[in-house]
């Protein structure tokens, strides 16, 4: 987090800016919760208990994909991330969502590997 000098480095700002994501996050996800539990949601804004299932299944898998990422690799870790995404929350076939997770992969891999020659964590692949 910080260069050789003493000063800053590059890595602070994104930890900075990861961590107070993290923490709205799990803040809008406890008032989430207990707003649903309470019954104080507004008729509009009521959400099912399945959207609800749905924001915890998307944000646990999202952790874990992020601690996979060193030890897979970021490609082959958005793409099974994205393919479980599509299978458990989307409900699209598993045809569907290997073929669109598979060629999301590819252009990722072609847009920043390739086009803008950024060294993205390979893992053990």
Known sequence: MTASNGLLGAGFFPKVIT?????????????????ANQGIAKPAAKRS???????VIFTSSL??????IEFLGMLVTLGLFLFAMLIIIEKISYTRSILF?????????????????????????
Do not use: D
């Not at 997770?101 to 053990?124: M, N, Q």
């Open 63 to 68: 952790l874990i994909a992020l601690a996979l």
């Open 49 to 55: 208990k399945q959207s609800i299932l749905n924001q």
């Open 101 to 125: 997770s598979a060629a999301t992969t590819v252009c990722l891999y072609i847009i920043f590997v390739r086009w803008l020659g950024l060294v993205l964590p390979w893992g053990i692949f």
């Open 19 to 35: 961590v107070i994501l993290a923490i709205l996050l799990v803040s809008y996800l406890l008032s989430t919760y207990s707003k």
